[in-house]
Every structure is written in C-alpha cells, then in structure tokens.
C-alpha cells in the first residue's frame, strides 16, 4: 500500500487564538503583495437551500459570491475560514472561474505581510433583515474601525473607492 503525504491547501496559513476573536489565520512565512493563500472551501448551498437553514445566532463560516451559490467553510472547509474581520485588512477575498468554470473564492494578500502576522479581510457584511449595525460589532482596533463588520454606507463606500490607493492601504 502506498501512502501519500497530504500536502495542506493553506501551506502559508496557520490556525491559532487571535486577540481579535476566536480563532485566527496567521502568515507561515513573509508574503509578498498579492500573494496566494488558498480557495474558500466548503459546502455549497443554493440561494433556495440557505433560506431554509435556521443558523440562530451560532458561529458561522458563510461567504457568498456574486453568483448567490454560499459556501459554508465549516463543512470541508480549511484554515482560510478563520479569516478574522478587520475594517483596515491585509488581505482581500477574488472571485474567478476555475478551469472547470466553477465560481471560486480564492484569498490572497493586500500588502507585504511579516510571518506571524494575522491575516484579516473586511467582512462588509449585508444585514438582509434590517438589523442595526450594532448587532454587528467590531473589535479590530484599526484606527479607522468602523465600529461594525457591516458594509460602509453606498456614499462611504463610493467616497473611499475615490481616494487614491496609498490613502486606502495607510497605516495596514
């Protein structure tokens, strides 16, 4: 019988205790801008299928891409699930189609980032039902935390996205 080393999908990602929350990822090594840390992977669900699911509160591992398709990292997912929230991220989520065609969410960095570092994107969460950005709070301690884990306001958004790029990666 012949065995094979499992080479993990996340080499460049660690999984350890954040002072953020919970659990974290952390750099393995110093990574370069626009380096590649791993796809999202896990479970898909349709838009139909997730409306059906009850998640009460719990802790959930949700991201879902332009194509409404939702993968829950916490049913195959791998250590790029434990990307915490930060309202001044190192790294960024890209969607882009696989050979196969198939929408992937794929992680890589925004910055140069040091090894050891944690690694954090901005969640911009959607509140679907309404909900007051306080039931979304955040505790990133960047100096320009937004206070929520929600998406800045369209008009924010729109005033940040017009700044040149050095004023956005500031102080990450």
């Known amino acids: 019988m012949k065995h094979h080393k499992r080479t993990s999908s996340t080499p460049f990602v660690r999984v350890g205790p954040s002072g953020v929350h ?3 990822a952390f750099a393995t090594r110093d990574l370069p801008v ?3 840390l791993g796809l999202y992977e896990g479970r898909r669900y349709t838009k139909a299928e997730i409306a059906t699911k009850v998640w009460d509160d719990q802790l959930t591992y949700l991201f879902t891409l332009s194509n409404d398709m939702t993968i829950d990292g916490a049913k195959g997912g791998n250590a790029t699930r434990h990307l915490n929230h930060s309202c001044e991220p190192n ?6 189609y ?3 065609g198939e929408l992937v969410l794929k992680f890589q960095t925004l910055v140069a980032v040091d090894a050891g ?3 954090f994107i901005d969640y911009s969460l959607t509140a679907d039902d ?3 950005a306080s039931k979304y709070p955040c505790h990133c301690g960047a100096p320009s935390c937004r206070g929520t884990m ?3 306001p369209e008009d924010e958004a729109d005033e940040q996205a017009a700044q040149p790029a050095q004023a956005l990666s500031a102080g990450t």
């Open 98 to 100: 696989d050979e196969g």
């Open 22 to 24: 919970g659990l974290g």
């Open 91 to 96: 790294c960024e989520a890209v969607e882009e």
């Open 34 to 36: 626009e380096s590649f």
């Open 117 to 119: 570092d944690e690694l």
């Open 130 to 132: 309404g909900s007051p």
């Open 150 to 152: 929600l998406a800045p």
